[in-house]
């Protein structure tokens, strides 16, 4: 089982819609939960982070994270077009050493 | 906000040059770096982890004497690509941690391209 699990995609979704992003992490212990997005040939840019259960909006983002099933996930309503992109999931492991895990992220396309 | 400085951001260099890419934190001190590559179409792939003052450690099966990377103070990495070839041409990216638990803010990259 990989550390921090995304679906691929491409995650297709209609211009207006909500996009719903999900992550699934395997280390009980982690704390912290970041999203990430990523456009074609730049470096990835921090959207959200969370660290408690439950929901944290940022504008047109939320972020939710359920430590119990442990997965966390990212809303984005009112789609547009300029949100298509990776978007990337990261936890900070606390098993054995500390470090940054990414997950190899969800392709979100937003269909104009 | 954090903002990390990535220089160059595109470099072309001929086969069995050397090349280095310099990262710095400009308004934080980086207690930790972490270099990344990233080929076309596939995710981060992790190569090290460098402290401040302390030797850098590298993921498995990247090469340290290929790879140099030196973390010379709390807002400056480098990574030298030592006698590069074709196939190190790839997206190279620095990120910097302030304090632990927080995100981490990434570089705008270098994209090298080797001939």
């Known amino acids: 089982q990989k550390e921090v699990e995304q679906n691929s995609g491409p995650l297709s979704v209609p211009e207006g819609a909500i996009a719903s992003l999900n992550c699934t992490y395997s280390?009980?212990?982690?704390?912290?939960f970041f999203w990430y997005r990523q456009y074609s040939g730049k470096s990835p840019e921090l959207i959200m982070s969370?660290?408690?259960?439950g929901d944290q909006e940022d504008g047109r983002f939320t972020a939710q994270l359920n430590k119990a099933s442990q997965y966390v996930s990212l809303l984005i309503r009112d789609s547009q077009p300029s949100d298509s992109a990776t978007y990337l999931c990261?936890?900070?492991?606390?098993?054995?050493?500390?470090?940054?895990?990414f997950g190899t992220g969800t392709r979100l396309k937003v269909l104009a | 906000g954090a903002v990390v400085s990535q220089h160059p951001s595109r470099v072309i260099c001929k086969s069995g040059t050397s090349v280095k890419i310099e990262c710095r934190s400009l308004?934080?001190?980086?207690?930790?770096m972490f270099w990344y590559r990233q080929f076309p179409k596939q995710s981060l792939m992790l190569m090290a982890t460098?402290?401040?003052?302390?030797?850098?450690?590298?993921e498995q099966g990247v090469e340290k004497d290929k790879f140099l990377i030196n973390h010379a103070s709390l807002t400056l990495s480098t990574l030298t690509v030592t006698s590069a070839h074709p196939e190190d041409s790839s997206f190279y990216i620095c990120?910097?941690?302030?304090?632990?638990?927080?995100?981490?803010?990434f570089g705008n990259g270098t994209r090298l391209t080797v001939t």
């Open positions: 990261a936890v900070i492991g606390v098993s054995g050493t500390y470090k940054y895990i």
């Open positions: 990120s910097a941690l302030g304090k632990n638990n927080s995100p981490l803010h």
């Open positions: 460098s402290n401040e003052g302390s030797k850098a450690t590298y």
């Open positions: 280390d009980r212990g982690s704390q912290s």
């Open positions: 308004d934080f001190q980086a207690t930790t």
């Open positions: 969370i660290y408690s259960n």
